[in-house]
């Protein structure tokens, strides 16, 4: 069965830092591709950040180079290191592996002071 939990969201100030983990069970981070899609208040879901079995790395426009997208094999983990945060990166976050289509339930992010 697979199972991907994510963790790590939370209320944070504008200009601050998050790091979200994904617990991933039942597939492998190291040969599936992996990303994170987040879902605005009001908006539709939108991918942010992806990686590949090969470990190339794709961002949206509005995160990059400010987040980040990783993995750990050993651990079997997927992370998105979130920096220099704004309030337009609020929603619930998401953790995806494909394919096949593989889901967590999600994390809140808010960004507000």
């Known amino acids: 069965q697979v199972r991907l939990v994510e963790s790590g969201g939370g209320l944070v100030q504008p200009g601050g830092s998050l790091r979200l983990s994904c617990v991933v069970s039942?597939?492998?981070?190291?040969?599936?591709?992996m990303a994170w899609h987040r879902r605005p208040p009001a908006k539709e879901r939108e991918l942010i950040a992806a990686?590949?079995?090969?470990?190339?790395?794709n961002y949206g426009d509005s995160v990059k180079g400010r987040f980040t997208i990783s993995r750990d094999g050993t651990t079997n983990m997927l992370y998105l290191q979130m920096d220099n945060l704004k309030p337009e990166d609020t929603g619930v976050y998401y953790c995806?592996?494909?394919?096949?289509?593989?889901w967590g339930q999600g994390t809140q992010v808010t960004v507000s002071s």
């Open positions: 990686i590949t079995p090969s470990g190339q790395t």
């Open positions: 995806r592996g494909f394919p096949p289509e593989n």
């Open positions: 039942g597939i492998s981070v190291n040969t599936k591709f």
